[in-house]
């Protein structure tokens, strides 16, 4: 219980030390914000065979408004693609750019979190951390890989996952398989790198379908796509450590 308390504490006084030096209205913050088409520039809509359809944040003007406010990005993709064969998958990425957001806010958007808190169920037995994908010889730096599962009436939906949060170029390495409740260590560490320095460039990108991924892996236009993620963030540099 003594720790419980010296840990609250601390967080507080932390918390208090981050608004001092960030006074800033979270309202101007977020209408400083970037609309460069960044994510639109690097990732192709098509690629031979591979359409796509850019989609909102939600299903409503309301929904995508409070989406964005709590994401807190820069700016945003949102695609789902057809590849030649029907097959279907939705590609997602958030970027922040350097003082955007704090590395231990940004870092709980994940569908270990999001997802859950929205009645699917992560499939404890398929979760991987460390999935290496390589194209045309080299290696992007690793994915975290989930199943998920939800029931909608009597219907049962599923989606396949691959997702990765990169940290000032480096992969975020959240220490467990697991990411729904950081640890108390990564999170001090977070919320006092947030107060004595300015947060860095941060992106996370998600893939997923009901297919299989390694389906989607083995299309030659999913590759290109892939390389393309890699030349914007995800290709691993070689000595490269993980972040987190």
């Known amino acids: 219980m003594k720790n419980i308390i010296a840990f609250i504490v601390l967080a507080v006084s932390l918390a208090g030390l981050y608004f001092a030096a960030n006074p800033r209205p979270l309202l101007e913050r977020q209408a400083q914000a970037s609309s460069s088409d960044k994510l639109k520039r690097a990732v192709s809509a098509s690629i031979g065979s591979m359409t796509s359809v850019d989609k909102p944040l939600g299903d409503t003007e309301e929904v995508k408004r409070a989406s964005e406010k709590i994401l807190m990005v820069t700016e945003f993709l949102h695609r789902e693609y057809t590849l030649g064969n029907g097959m279907k998958f939705t590609l997602y990425i958030s970027y922040w750019e350097p003082g955007r957001e704090d590395v231990y806010k940004a870092s709980t ?25 390589s194209v045309g010889g080299r290696q992007l730096m690793p994915a975290y890989y989930r199943e998920y599962t939800i029931n909608a009436g009597l219907n049962n939906y599923k989606r396949n996952v691959w997702f990765w949060f990169i940290v000032d170029g480096k992969r975020y390495d959240y220490k467990t398989s697991d990411n729904y409740n950081p640890s108390i ?17 941060m992106f996370f990108i998600r893939i997923d379908s009901d297919s299989s991924l390694e389906s989607l892996r083995r299309d030659p236009n999913f590759q290109k796509l892939l390389s393309e993620l890699g030349e914007l963030i995800l290709f691993q540099k070689v000595g490269e450590a993980s972040n987190g």
């Open 109 to 133: 958007h994940t569908p270990d979190r999001c997802w859950v808190k929205s009645g699917w169920k992560n499939l404890d037995e398929k979760k991987r951390s460390g999935d290496v994908l």
């Open 185 to 201: 260590a990564v999170y001090l560490k977070n919320l006092i790198s947030s107060v004595t320095a300015e947060a860095p460039e």
